[in-house]
């Protein structure tokens, strides 16, 4: 703990910093929301998908609650993405502030496509979505 850092306590659970959700649980959060969108889902189906209340998924999609790393890779299986997906677009510029993120696809029709092709024409697509993102 940083020294000098006020700590709030709650009754039963560990001490969080005075200041809010780190931001790295309030990022991942908001990529569940973000993925959770993209498929038309509600807070209630995705928790119903992770055997949770639509509250526990509210609190991870605002960052209160900090998802585990079984969970993590749980959503990632139910939403079709890789676990790596929830980290994509978080860099810490010296405030913690996280990089804004790129959107996905709206559902992973697009991924199961591109699996389906044959190693040359997916090589010859990834360059191509490399040599388009460096053009923004």
Not at 51 to 77: C, H, P, W
Not at 94 to 117: R, W
């Amino acid at each position: 703990m940083v020294q000098g850092e006020q700590i709030k306590r709650r009754r039963g659970r560990k001490p969080v910093a005075i200041g809010g959700p780190d931001p790295v649980d309030v990022h991942v959060g908001r990529r569940l929301r973000e993925r959770r969108l993209s498929l038309g889902w509600s807070q209630s189906e995705l928790g119903r998908a992770l055997d949770l209340t639509f509250q526990q998924i509210q609190k991870y999609e605002r960052g209160s609650n900090r998802v585990s790393a079984s969970m993590l890779y749980k959503a990632a299986t139910a939403m079709a993405v890789p676990v790596y997906y929830f980290f994509d677009g978080f860099a810490e510029d010296g405030q913690g502030a996280p990089a804004p993120a790129p959107p996905l696809p709206v559902d992973g029709a697009i991924a199961q496509e591109i699996a389906a092709l044959g190693p040359e024409v997916q090589e010859g697509f990834k360059n191509l979505v490399e040599a388009l993102s460096r053009r923004r």
